[in-house]
């Protein structure tokens, strides 16, 4: 079956809401919005579904850099150009006295050459709660942060490839728990971070090619992992591993991977390159490219 030959409505393209983060971006990147008094890059940045974390995995970390006391926020775009597609997202995430993250997302997937000119759009919205212990290591403070979360995920798109490939919802819930500890003086003296995600999922591409499939409709848990280091007071490098669910027979799905590199200049911007792996996409093997993020925090 060709899927050229089916239609999908187009969608305004996501210049409103790009508009409104880029300005939250630069707003956090002036005196006026450095509220927050966390440490540099504690918020994470914003991964794929919008919450605080590494790019392709949420983080234990609440996003912003509020203390106890604060409120803190983080804005984002973000783009991923692999061989033969185009991801954009933007979105914005609060975090509340360091206790709990409110996220919203819009991704937009280009067809690429699949089905040229048109594209795939998904709104997420999360929520994420820290229920015990510490980011920072020291002798009183050893176990981990955890934060428990979910991502309400809904494909606007659903009827038109997702369902016709085997698909069996357009909406979904992706349950997640994670743990992270920073090493303020790990080995040779550097900062480190690592970071444990289970998520409990029922997504195809993210929820992109819907949920749930022919071969399996049930929730799956998968393993994220995350490892990054301070190469100086403003480089942030590290590796990135995210395990997915294969639900349908039409297409196969392969595990994420990616080796990132992140800019800081202050703690309220940071610039976020990649080098992404993301395997099997619909129709088109070994989708390897690059990632790009723009970010504020306050």
Same mark, same amino acid.
């Given at each position: 079956?060709m899927?050229?030959?089916f239609?999908?409505?187009? *969608?305004p393209?996501?210049?409103p809401?790009?508009?409104?983060?880029?300005?939250l971006v630069?707003?956090a990147?002036?005196?006026f919005?450095q509220?927050?008094?966390?440490? $540099?890059?504690?918020?994470?940045?914003?991964?794929l579904e919008?919450?605080?974390?590494g790019?392709l995995t949420?983080?234990?970390l609440i996003a912003?850099?509020?203390?106890d006391?604060q409120?803190?926020a983080?804005?984002?775009?973000t *783009?991923?150009k692999?061989?033969?597609?185009?991801?954009? =997202?933007?979105?914005i995430?609060?975090g509340?006295?360091?206790?709990f #993250?409110?996220?919203?997302?819009q991704? *937009?997937?280009?067809l690429?050459?699949t089905?040229?000119?048109?594209?795939?759009?998904?709104?997420i919205v999360? $929520?994420k709660?820290?229920? $015990?212990?510490?980011?920072?290591?020291?002798?009183?403070?050893?176990?981990p942060q955890v934060s428990v979360?979910?991502q309400?995920?809904?494909?606007?798109?659903?009827?038109?490839v997702?369902q =016709?490939?085997?698909?069996r919802?357009?909406?979904?819930i992706?349950w997640?728990a994670?743990?992270?500890?920073?090493?303020l003086a790990?080995?040779?003296?550097?900062?480190?971070l690592?970071n444990?995600? =289970?998520?409990?999922?029922?997504?195809?591409?993210?929820?992109?090619?819907?949920?749930?499939?022919?071969?399996?409709?049930?929730?799956r848990? #998968?393993p #994220?992992v995350s490892l990054a280091?301070f190469l100086s007071?403003?480089?942030?490098?590290?590796?990135?591993?995210?395990?997915k669910?294969?639900?349908?027979?039409?297409?196969?799905e392969?595990?994420f991977?990616? $080796?990132f590199?992140a800019?800081?200049?202050?703690k309220y911007l940071?610039?976020t390159g990649a080098?992404?792996?993301?395997g099997n996409i619909?129709?088109?093997?070994?989708?390897?490219?690059w990632?790009?993020s723009?970010q504020g925090?306050f």
């Amino acid at each position: 079956m060709m899927l050229d030959n089916f239609y999908i409505s187009r *969608r305004p393209a996501l210049r409103p809401l790009s508009a409104l983060l880029l300005g939250l971006v630069l707003l956090a990147a002036t005196p006026f919005a450095q509220a927050g008094d966390r440490l $540099l890059a504690t918020g994470g940045v914003m991964q794929l579904e919008g919450n605080g974390g590494g790019g392709l995995t949420p983080w234990a970390l609440i996003a912003g850099l509020g203390t106890d006391h604060q409120i803190g926020a983080t804005s984002a775009c973000t *783009r991923i150009k692999p061989s033969d597609f185009t991801l954009d =997202l933007c979105g914005i995430a609060v975090g509340f006295y360091n206790r709990f #993250e409110l996220s919203f997302a819009q991704q *937009r997937f280009d067809l690429g050459t699949t089905v040229p000119g048109e594209t795939i759009s998904q709104r997420i919205v999360g $929520l994420k709660v820290r229920v $015990l212990g510490d980011a920072v290591y020291d002798q009183d403070r050893w176990w981990p942060q955890v934060s428990v979360g979910l991502q309400y995920k809904k494909n606007q798109d659903f009827g038109f490839v997702p369902q =016709l490939i085997g698909a069996r919802d357009d909406h979904s819930i992706d349950w997640y728990a994670n743990a992270t500890k920073v090493w303020l003086a790990g080995p040779f003296s550097r900062t480190f971070l690592a970071n444990l995600t =289970l998520r409990a999922t029922k997504a195809n591409q993210l929820g992109i090619l819907g949920f749930g499939g022919d071969r399996n409709d049930s929730y799956r848990i #998968e393993p #994220e992992v995350s490892l990054a280091a301070f190469l100086s007071d403003f480089v942030v490098a590290g590796v990135e591993y995210r395990k997915k669910p294969d639900n349908l027979s039409a297409f196969k799905e392969d595990d994420f991977k990616d $080796l990132f590199v992140a800019w800081i200049p202050t703690k309220y911007l940071s610039v976020t390159g990649a080098f992404v792996d993301l395997g099997n996409i619909a129709d088109k093997d070994n989708q390897r490219g690059w990632y790009l993020s723009l970010q504020g925090s306050f």
